[in-house]
């Protein structure tokens, strides 16, 4: 692995953390949390730095329906008082992308407490936040470390945990979906970056059976396959690894959500109803003869640039000017040459893709696992009516410069 920020998984991180600050001469600090992390975790840090007479401000945010927006950072911003501070993130991942924005912004470095094995994002250097409405990912820094305190990831609600086990599986399909693209489109790619990718699905596959129980293997196996995942986005310098036509089918619907502010949707659990989908996808592609793709591929049709266009006016208006901006693949797909030169490439590379399909699990795997983790395995479990589910499924690719499975989809018929 590369030069990654130290981790601690286990029953004494905070002890952890205060010998780290002893070797770092860190002696003040700003502890981030909501009222609920404060409540199973953040208070016993606060206590552990204040036994050592360090000087620390604590900012406990309200927990229920706490956003990375304006309201929250300001309030934060608000109790900085300018001296450096080591800010000190309680949480999973909202508070940790407001304490990512805010002591980046005031020239403060952070450690990260989490407190869920619900997201990947504890490693990450983005934060998305939403400022006047508008939601956006916004570069700040990593934490300089990150200390597990295993029983608390344990006692996290089990949904949340459940959760986090499907955006890990999503890695079997997003790392595919990555290496399609490189072979088909000709983006960059890292065969180690890949492998790491995979790993992190597999390490949470291995405990799938206990997630359930909360148990501390499990637990443990979840968060290395979270910072596993993170570093994999960390490393390449985007999400590419971690996120590919599954998670595109899912921002969907949390874009429905955002903008209907409806509650209650978990990305997580989005994703994996996702990877059901795009898994089955897989499955198809893997029964597909080189023959039979040639023909598929002679017989397909797609629909020209302005058609294209005109339905994404009909459908996503209220993003239509960024996916247009965007150039989609599907969009230049309707260009005679490059849809032959695609087509070329697709055929020559059929036995490596059929390589890389071979590593995706059956989707009926992918379901028994998620219902086992106690995480939705079908939209409507999430809420979603058919039509906003067809809309993600039909629309998900324009999202990302990605030769995703959902591409190669339309292009055979499945
Ligand atoms: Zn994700």
Redesign the pocket.
């Known amino acids: 692995m590369r030069g990654h920020m130290p981790i601690t998984i286990g029953d004494t991180a905070v002890e952890e953390f205060l010998e780290f600050c002893r070797k770092g001469g860190y002696r003040k600090f700003l502890l981030v949390a909501d009222s609920n992390t404060f409540r199973v975790l953040g208070e016993r840090v606060l206590k552990a730095i204040q036994s050592q007479n360090w000087d620390v401000i604590q900012v406990v945010l309200e927990g229920e329906n706490l956003h990375s927006d304006d309201f929250a950072l300001m309030q934060v911003f608000k109790a900085d008082d300018q001296e450096e501070r080591l800010y000190v993130a309680v949480g999973s991942g909202t508070i940790t992308d407001i304490t990512r924005f805010t002591s980046h912004r005031t020239h403060n470095l952070f450690v990260s407490f989490p407190t869920a094995a619900s997201v ?1 994002a504890y490693t990450s250097v983005n934060a998305p936040v939403t400022i006047g409405g508008l939601k956006g990912s916004i570069y700040c820094h990593a934490p300089i470390a990150i200390f597990t305190h295993l029983p608390t990831i344990c006692a996290a609600p089990k949904f949340l945990n459940a959760s986090g086990f499907g ?1 890990l599986v ?1 890695k079997f399909t997003s790392a595919s979906d990555w290496k399609i693209t490189h072979l088909i489109w000709g983006v960059d790619f890292d065969e180690e970056i890949y492998q790491r990718a995979l790993w992190a699905a597999r390490r949470a596959c291995e405990v799938v059976d206990i997630i359930h129980k909360g148990t501390p293997e499990s637990m443990r196996a979840m968060m290395e396959g979270q910072f596993a995942s993170g570093f994999c986005m960390a490393d390449f310098g985007n999400s590419t690894p ?2 590919g036509g599954e ?1 595109h089918i899912a921002h969907i619907w949390e874009m429905l959500w955002h903008w209907h502010e409806r509650k209650g949707l978990y ?1 997580g659990q989005a ?1 994996g109803v996702s990877v059901v989908i795009t898994a089955g996808w897989y499955d198809k592609l893997r029964v597909l003869s080189r023959e039979e793709a040639k023909q598929r591929l002679e017989r397909v049709n797609i629909p020209t640039a302005e058609k294209q266009k005109a339905l994404i006016h009909e459908h996503l208006a209220r993003i239509e000017k960024e996916i247009i901006e965007h150039n989609p693949i599907y969009i230049q797909l309707s260009d005679k040459q490059v849809f032959m030169n695609t087509k070329e490439k697709i055929l020559s590379q059929w036995e490596q893709i059929q390589t890389i399909a071979a590593q995706v699990p059956p989707a009926v795997q992918c379901r028994k696992w998620l219902k086992t983790a106690g995480s939705p395995t079908i939209p409507s479990e999430l809420g979603i009516s058919e039509e906003e589910a067809r809309l993600a499924i039909d629309y998900g690719h324009y999202l990302r410069e990605r030769f995703s499975i959902a591409i190669l989809r339309k292009l055979f018929g499945f």
Request: glycine residues 0%; charged residues 25%; hydrophobic residues 25%.
């Open positions: 990947d955006d999503s971690a996120s998670h990305h994703v």
